[in-house]
């Protein structure tokens, strides 16, 4: 019988093989779903940087015969740095949760000259701060799932490399703003419900199309599928959940 027939592919045995593919992606998109959704289920609070650059570009040509000052500082290098701070998780943070102070560090700002707090979501949410050398320390404070609050700074130094730091109950590490893994769920989603159609296409009806098309997405789809369940388990592992 030729392999390349219809016939060939319509035997009971593939057809059998067929479900066997579509059983393990059903089982392979469930477990991932499940790990999703542990992973989300979690207090979450990370920064975005949304601003950082010199506030004067002067040639080191003349930088040394320039002397600058602002708001009666002298300065050599004025920076401009806005962080959002916000609860990307899903659960809300209470200010009981907080064991100190929030605390944004300018790692190499020689002098912290000024420092305000801008958009917020709330408008109203009251946010509490105070300059303490290089660092911004601000009060604890209820954030609720999807609020933030915005810190912008001016200091001099020679970059803006900063750090965000907080003893948390529920949060080992505050890190930036990264996406969840919405769209590993909606690709696991697709790949299952495509690959189950032409596994079905292929292995039952045994059509002219399926024969080019089916086989080899019913074989790779679900190989996708795994691909990002092992994605979502490492990423679940290694956030210690």
Do not use: C
């Not at 059998?16 to 579509?22: E, L, S």
Request: aromatic share 12%.
């Amino acid at each position: 019988m030729n392999w390349m027939s219809t016939e060939f592919w319509s035997q009971g045995w593939w057809q059998g093989f067929g479900g066997a593919v579509a059983l393990i992606s059903l089982l392979t998109a469930f477990m991932a779903i499940y790990i999703s959704m542990q992973h989300n289920k979690a207090k979450k609070l990370s920064y975005e940087v949304i601003y950082a650059a010199p506030l004067l570009n002067i040639d080191n040509k003349v930088k040394g015969d320039l002397q600058i000052t602002y708001k009666g500082h002298g300065v050599k290098q004025l920076n401009i740095l806005k962080i959002k701070v916000i609860n990307n998780g899903s659960l809300p943070i209470k200010s009981d949760d907080f064991e100190g102070l929030l605390e944004v560090q300018i790692e190499n700002a020689e002098t912290l000259i000024d420092f305000h707090f801008s958009d917020a979501k709330p408008h109203n949410l009251p946010v509490i701060g105070d300059k303490n050398g290089n660092a911004i320390l601000i009060q604890p404070l209820l954030l609720n799932v999807g609020e933030y609050f915005t810190i912008q700074t001016i200091f001099d130094g020679p970059d803006d490399t900063f750090s965000v730091f907080a003893r948390i109950i529920g949060v080992s590490e505050i890190k930036p703003v990264t996406e969840r893994p919405v769209s590993m769920t909606l690709g696991i989603l697709m790949a299952i419900s495509l690959s189950a159609t032409f596994a079905y296409i292929f292995f039952i009806e045994g059509t002219r199309f399926a024969l080019y098309v089916g086989y080899s997405l019913s074989i790779l789809l679900p190989l996708v599928s795994v691909y990002f369940f092992a994605k979502m388990y490492h990423l679940r592992v290694k956030n210690g959940r």
